[in-house]
């Protein structure tokens, strides 16, 4: 049996993927605002890596992420204490609220947060990701090389790119690739060194993975579930079941994540 068919085999049986690396480079813990999720803790997550044979997942605070850093944070760092070897940490700061995030950034690395998350609708209105209280936040990730996960849908691609040109030490993810401007996503990719785009997306796509592997894209896709939003099973079924080379599945299941963590 070729190893291509014990990745299959090994989904469709429902046992952990067994030496190999795999990274979820985009997952979260906490509730909504509005909606809860059942188990959205450190332990359940890991509980559900144990399954699937994830060695880490990458996590920022829903709450963080919803203008609630300052109490979201710390259900991350909290993670990050009791699995230090299998939760990575993104920092979320209240861009809102400009005379706070100094003092979130500095905080959040002596917490070991070793990344940043950034979503604009999550802010508040109005403060799309080229508003000038972003600036000291990717400054801050520029000099100190962390990866920053940006949530985008499409238009925040065109927001971004000044800081992607101006910042070269920061590793962007640019996540849920799929939803929206699908081109202007994969010539990002292609443009810039330090550019690498996210997979997770509830619609998946049917043939996604195989055109922008087919589009030479192999070495910059990164795989991330949105765990707690979605199944991180589901979402790496997709990688593990796609008509592309055996390589270029390790690569987008955790050795170009490794890159982009600087792990």
Known sequence: MSVADIFQTAGRAG?????????DAHAHFGHGPDFPILHPTAKS???????LGIQLS???S??????????????????????????????VVDVGYPEKVAAQLAGGR??????????????RPGLPY????????????????MPVLAHVFGPELDELEGYIKRYPRIRWLLAHIGSAELEKYMRFAREYPTVYVELCLSACPR???EHLVTAGLEDKIVWGSDAVFLDQGSQLGRVLFAQIP?????KIMGRNARKVLGL
């Not at 080229?130 to 090389?145: L, S, T």
Request: glycine share 10%; proline share 6%; with cysteine.
């Open 15 to 23: 046992r952990p993927i067994t030496g190999e690396v795999l990274i």
């Open 45 to 51: 997550l890991v509980a559900s890596m144990d399954r």
């Open 58 to 60: 990458c996590v920022s």
């Open 62 to 91: 829903i709450q963080a992420i919803f203008g609630d850093a300052e109490h979201g944070n710390p259900l991350v760092a909290d993670g990050i204490k009791e699995f230090p070897d299998r939760i990575f940490g993104y920092l």
């Open 110 to 123: 002596a917490a070991g947060f070793r990344g940043v998350k950034v979503w604009s609708y999550g802010a």
């Open 130 to 145: 080229n508003h000038p209280n972003y600036e000291p936040v990717f400054a801050y990730a520029n000099e100190h090389a």
């Open 207 to 209: 043939g996604l993975i």
């Open 246 to 250: 055996l390589e270029a599945k390790r």
